[in-house]
T-cell receptor, first 114, second 114 residues
Framework: ELKVEQNPLFLSMQEGKNYTIYCNYS?????LYWYRQDPGKSLESLFV???NGAVKQEGRLMASLDTKARLSTLHITAAVHDLSATYFC??????????????WGLGTSLAVNP | EPEVTQTPSHQVTQMGQEVILRCVPI?????FYWYRQILGQKVEFLVS????????KSEIFDDQFSVERPDGSNFTLKIRSTKLEDSAMYFC????????????FGEGSRLTVL
């Protein structure tokens, strides 16, 4: 059964600092997603990582995927307050009928302080 | 930009009552999903739907739950007899299989069971 673990679950950091959020998963998968969620809001897609070695960057966020290590990272560069949110990774799994579902991590609650 | 829309945004109901949550997926998408998120917890898969039938459901999706695509645009989640523990945010998502694999989420319907 596919399991997804994120760490840390809570992260408080100062503006201007760098940090990395980690997402480990337990079985083979070729697709991994990062989503952002603001309090009481929906899930905003940040990155879709489709292959080993994939690296995507958007602004101060950069995501990478190592399928051999079953690890994805979300790196935050020079954090700003607007990045405060909860970040989820989700890994794609398939059932016996080849139907897709996402298995989600618990989320990392990020607070960027002045 | 096309989006997934959900109604109602918030519903308050008494325990034991039936609730129907509605979703309009993106028009050219073929796969539809319901997820839920209990306040402050992770996102949980409920059910996936393709070609007018359920393709997979989780253990959460018991006999009290049902999904339907009553016409060409709407996708509904019905809870027959709500329980206190059904209080959560329910997210509808859709995807166009075989393209990016990305799920597009609606804004969510917050269900409060009293």
């Amino acid at each position: 059964e596919l399991k997804v673990e994120q760490n840390p679950l809570f992260l408080s950091m100062q503006e201007g600092k760098n940090y990395t959020i980690y997402c480990n998963y337990s079985t083979t998968s070729d697709r991994l997603y990062w989503y952002r969620q603001d309090p009481g809001k929906s899930l905003e897609s940040l990155f879709v990582l489709l292959s080993n070695g994939a690296v995507k960057q958007e602004g101060r966020l950069m995501a990478s995927l190592d399928t051999k290590a079953r690890l994805s990272t979300l790196h935050i560069t020079a954090a700003v307050h607007d990045l405060s949110a909860t970040y989820f990774c989700a890994v794609e799994g398939y059932n016996a009928g080849n139907n897709r579902k996402l298995i989600w991590g618990l989320g990392t609650s990020l607070a960027v302080n002045p | 930009e096309p989006e997934v829309t959900q109604t109602p945004s918030h519903q308050v109901t008494q325990m034991g009552q039936e609730v129907i949550l509605r979703c309009v997926p993106i028009s050219n998408h073929l796969y539809f999903y319901w997820y839920r998120q209990i306040l402050g917890q992770k996102v949980e898969f409920l059910v996936s739907f393709y070609n007018n039938e359920i393709s997979e459901k989780s253990e959460i999706f018991d006999d009290q739950f049902s999904v339907e695509r009553p016409d060409g645009s709407n996708f509904t989640l019905k809870i027959r007899s709500t329980k206190l523990e059904d209080s959560a945010m329910y997210f509808c998502a859709s995807s166009e299989y075989g393209v990016t694999g990305e799920l597009f989420f609606g804004e969510g319907s917050r269900l409060t069971v009293l």
